[in-house]
């Protein structure tokens, strides 16, 4: 009842933040993963993935990213991730950024219901050290909680809501942003997943301006026997 609690406290969140929202704009992304189990508890993976923002008019950003994972136990995740993006800059340029993050994972069934709950700590670097678009880097704590619910094998559908948090910020203390997302998984096999959601992200704390991003995505998950 406590991930329910959770969703809906930032539903009721959207609808007073959006009120003040400077920009709103509609975004497409789309991105693939492929992973490949080393030994029974570790799992190594390379993805991608693309987002077009300004109405889907134009590359937002796009990133390619390799990562480890570690499964403790059936329940129980670990990962490290390295991520290589390209971000578009408010002149059209495009800048290079380079993101390191943990995550830890659980996750418990309950008959056709299951939930799962993930800590991120990530750390974003802008730029090289001497460029002149260089800063500090920014170390945020994300939490999401998901609930999911199985029709079948093939299908299933779920819910989640996530809290982004700077650590080292000079201006914003607590939630800074906040996602709330809903999809639909179509499991083909034991090898390949489709994966169709669309997301509000809801920033706050901005001096310039709340921005609201709705987000239709489509990831795909292939797994290498």
Partial sequence: MKAIHCIAFLWLMTTSTLLRAQQRDFVCQTGMKVSKSIHRAWELSLGSQASFNQNMREMWFAYSDVGAAYHINRNLTTEIHSRNIRFRRLDNQYARRQLFFHTISWSKSFGKFGVSVRNRVQQLVYGEYFDDNYKNPRWYNRDRVQLRYRFNYYWSAYASGEVLIPLNHTSRKGIDQFR???GINYT??????FDVYYQLQQQLQRTSGNNTYFVLG???SISIP
């Fill in 180 to 182: 709330i997302a809903s």
């Fill in 188 to 193: 083909c096999n034991d090898f390949i997943r």
């Fill in 218 to 220: 489509l990831n795909t």
